[in-house]
């Protein structure tokens, strides 16, 4: 149980436009869904995190305009990077929180790559 | 302010030999402690975590790790690594209250040579 996943797991988009990535929980409801960015070798930052039919609570330094999130069901939570620039690319995972404790389980990532 | 350091950014073994990567965390309070392990272009795959009790913990693959609150450590170790054991390494701390976000430390990659 507790399967994580994400679409695409690879994205190429060209710059200026929106890409959305989808993170779903298939089997246990999520009331709340993390979603985080990792640079080539370095660790996972948290962006966001979203609970579900409220507004996402953004990391410091995360632009929210540009990082839309949305949590519009307990079994799925999406990202929009908006206007995409080459900066944006990186690998970007998401979780889904358990009933326990920081218990998080994570999605195999989108690889997003912006020309 | 939670933070998680892990001083090795890189190790190298041979297959058979022992392991340990090390991992110290700054916390006010007993944290949650976890070890985490990603392949490349893959998500994140829970190893083991400490919450309370014992301090020596079994996870999956064979790994165990040691809670040290004196040293503010949180050490994975494994008798014999596996050709297969080579992957990214990420230790994670949590609050037991509050948020459930969780601190990553920067990552061990760990190479295996046959």
């Known amino acids: 149980g507790a399967v994580v996943s994400q679409h695409p797991s690879r994205v190429i988009c060209k710059s200026g436009t929106s890409v959305k990535i989808e993170c779903r929980s298939l089997?246990?409801?999520?009331?709340?869904m993390f979603w985080y960015r990792q640079f080539p070798k370095q660790s996972l930052m948290l962006m966001a995190t979203?609970?579900?039919?409220?507004?996402?609570?953004?990391e410091q330094g995360v632009e929210k305009d540009k990082f839309l999130i949305n949590h519009a069901s307990l079994t799925l939570s999406t990202l929009t990077v908006t206007s995409a620039h080459p900066e944006d690319s990186s690998f970007y995972i998401c979780?889904?929180?358990?009933?326990?404790?920081?218990?998080?389980?994570f999605g195999p990532g989108t690889r997003l790559t912006v020309l | 302010a939670q933070s998680v350091t892990q001083p090795d950014i890189h190790i190298t073994v041979s297959e058979g030999a022992s392991l340990e990567l090390r991992c110290n965390y700054s916390?006010?309070?007993?944290?949650?402690l976890f070890w985490y392990v990603q392949s490349p272009g893959q998500g994140l795959q829970l190893l083991l975590k400490?919450?309370?009790?014992?301090?020596l913990v079994q996870g999956i693959k064979g790994f165990e790790a040691e809670f040290k609150r004196s040293q503010s450590s949180f050490n994975l170790r494994k008798p014999s690594v596996h050709w297969s054991d080579a992957a990214e390494y990420f230790c994670a701390v949590g609050s037991k209250t509050g948020a459930n976000n969780l601190f990553f430390g920067t990552g061990t990659r760990l190479t295996v040579i046959p």
């Open positions: 979780s889904a929180g358990g009933r326990a404790q920081n218990e998080q389980f």
């Open positions: 916390y006010g309070a007993t944290p949650y």
């Open positions: 089997d246990f409801q999520a009331t709340t």
């Open positions: 400490y919450f309370s009790g014992d301090t």
């Open positions: 979203s609970n579900e039919g409220s507004k996402a609570t953004y």
